[in-house]
């Protein structure tokens, strides 16, 4: 009886330590619509466009889209803890292709890490990947890309009244937090090799690491860093972004037939005016102003 | 297999941090499992009550929940270290719990009588544990010991998660460049398999080393 009042008290104050610790930075950045509706507008594929033998007809065929992503991805795919539904920018997309190749939007959401999107693509666990899964050649050698879809580019935030951090080789030398498994680390190792890179698993952490100056800056993705910005006043961006990241949907290596599919279907829902509601509907709920032009499919090397 | 030697450094710095915070949080375990055990098996009941309360607490709280309370919480209170000194004193903390109930299944195979004659020949608990109990003690739980130290070998990866390049974080690191998860991660496989087969080979040697023929 002793014991167990012992443990219920040192758990109920390691909780509270949690909820200090959650309070100080929220962790959700603005609201995000599911974008239901956005999504009962996608076009569907002409059933001359399913190729007998093809991986569509095999997804049409087994009703459901499995696509590689993220969960806990802040405005591009991050499930909400009310509705379990996976909402954002990258979710919604996988969506729209689902409707397109089987004409409802079901989809099931493999959450797969960087470490392991490449395996889960060419072993055939999942049929797509949207993960901010910028194209490389390098990864293009073992998965094949469809887009570009969304550019985006990595910029630096500190705490306010930092001084001396312009630019990205200001931060050599100096502790530099970046995400896990983030296009950010081999991007400071390039332009500032002095700079001591620590990690952390997901977003929050590493605000939460910025705010508790373990270190003096926060190399993320824009888009992340202007929701971050906007909810905690005590951090601020000096940069503009400094990379040009070009997201791609991941596809199982040498499926061209599949490949040709993706990109059609993604040029149909950009003149349709889709791609750019969705983007309203998740990216857009905090950087102000118009949908961008989306890139051009297949400019970058590797896709 | 190319891809594994291109990156050889940062691997093999890697492995040297997995090896500092294997050797330092088995030391620290050790010290204070120790003195889980001493509580554990004390005459006085409130000593045994708090000894019990540590061990329940700590087994019955994931490793990774730890870490990310101690480094992220302890800061709101004031107090800060180094993400190294934190995951060292977590993993200690922790694995600690282990080792005690190791040594303890250790000083309950001792036979009641031996502790019964230190204290009849005037030894106080303390003497009588570090005399007569815990020598003995220890030699039946060498093996068990080595388990909690592969086992504690493989929680280090969990330092990932609060800032630390570990092993497992240095492959993920070059993974994200190369995209190439099956070679290294292999590779780091083989590295954690060679350290728990270095432990088991110590623990084996110790064992014979230490057997006393009845």
Known sequence: ?303 | MSVLLDHLPELWQGLIVTIQLTAASFLGAAVLGVLVTALRVSPVRVLRAIGTAYVETFQNLPLLVLLVLAFFGLPTIGLKAEPLVTAVAVISVYEAAYIGEALRSGVNSVSKGQGEAARAIGLTFTQSLRHVILPQALRTVVQPLGNIAIALTMNTALAGAVSIVDLTAAAQRVNLVEAQPIPIFVGAGVAYALIAACVGFVTGRLERWLVILR
């Open chain 1, 1 to 303: 009886m002793l014991m167990k009042k012992i443990i219920a008290v040192v758990a109920v104050s390691f909780l509270g330590l949690a909820a200090c610790g959650e309070a100080s930075s929220p962790a959700v950045p603005g609201p995000s619509k599911s974008g239901t509706d956005v999504i009962g507008q996608a076009p569907v594929a002409a059933a001359s466009d399913i190729l007998p033998g093809s991986t569509m007809e095999k997804i049409k065929q087994r009703g459901e889209l499995i696509v590689g992503g993220s969960l806990d991805a802040p405005l591009l795919s991050q499930q909400n803890p009310a509705t379990g539904e996976v909402e954002g920018f990258d979710a919604a997309l996988g969506k729209a292709l689902a409707k397109y190749i089987i004409g409802r939007p079901k989809v099931k959401i493999v959450n797969s890490a960087s470490e392991t999107r490449e395996a889960l693509l060419s072993n055939g666990t999942v049929d797509v990947v949207f993960q901010t899964y910028t194209i490389t050649e390098e990864r293009a050698r073992q998965v094949a890309f469809a887009g570009p879809y969304y550019t985006s580019g990595l910029t630096i935030a500190v705490k306010k009244g930092t001084s001396g951090i312009a630019k990205p080789e200001d931060l050599n030398g100096k502790k530099v937090i970046a995400g896990a498994n983030t296009p950010a680390i081999p991007a400071i190792k390039k332009l500032a090799p002095q700079a001591e890179i620590i990690t952390f698993g997901s977003d929050p952490e590493c605000l939460q690491a910025l705010t508790q100056d373990r270190g003096v800056a926060y190399v993320q993705d824009e888009t992340l860093l202007i929701a971050a910005a906007k909810k905690d006043p005590s951090i601020s961006i000096v940069t503009k972004p400094f990379t040009v990241d070009p997201y791609g949907i991941g596809l199982k290596h040498g499926d061209d037939q599949f490949k040709t599919f993706v990109n059609a279907w993604l040029g149909k829902i950009q003149a349709a005016g889709v791609w750019q509601r969705i983007w309203k509907d998740s990216i857009g709920t905090v950087v102000t102003g118009d949908a961008p032009q989306p890139p051009r499919i297949g400019s970058v090397p590797g896709s």
